[in-house]
Nanobody, 120 residues
Framework: QVQLVESGGGLVQAGGSLRLSCAAS????????MGWFRQAPGKEREFVAR??????YYADSVKGRFTISRDNAKDTVYLQMNSLKPEDTAVYYC???????????????WGQGTQVTVSS
């Protein structure tokens, strides 16, 4: 079992930045894919970004603005979010899975989520 704890969400003005963190515990995850999904009110959950080894993949909507990284020694994944827009407002979920994919079903473990709100 893998437990995931997200942190770093909050309220920020449009154009601002936030950094999300997700610490994994309970199992070594260095070979797993770690990533982020988000869900805005009234919308379906959507893929944001994932990283496995040094390979990264981003949703088109965040490419060039968000950067995913990880510290395997700490079993932690980060999401640096710059140039935030009101449409980035959502609950952000950390995910872990033995996958190169980017669909929700590809990931075995999910965090509880952290709220990100971007005001206009």
């Amino acid at each position: 079992q893998v437990q995931l704890v997200e942190s770093g969400g909050g309220l920020v003005q449009a154009g601002g930045s936030l950094r999300l963190s997700c610490a994994a515990s309970g199992h070594t995850t260095s070979s797993y894919s770690m990533g982020w999904f988000r869900q805005a009110p009234g919308k379906e959950r959507e893929f944001v970004a994932r990283i496995r080894w040094s390979d990264t993949y981003y949703a088109d909507s965040v490419k060039g603005r968000f950067t995913i990284s990880r510290d395997n020694a700490k079993d932690t994944v980060y999401l640096q979010m710059n140039s935030l827009k009101p449409e980035d407002t959502a609950v952000y979920y950390c995910v872990v899975g033995r996958t190169w994919g980017y669909y929700a079903d590809d990931f075995d473990y999910w965090g509880q989520g952290t709220q990100v709100t971007v005001s206009s």
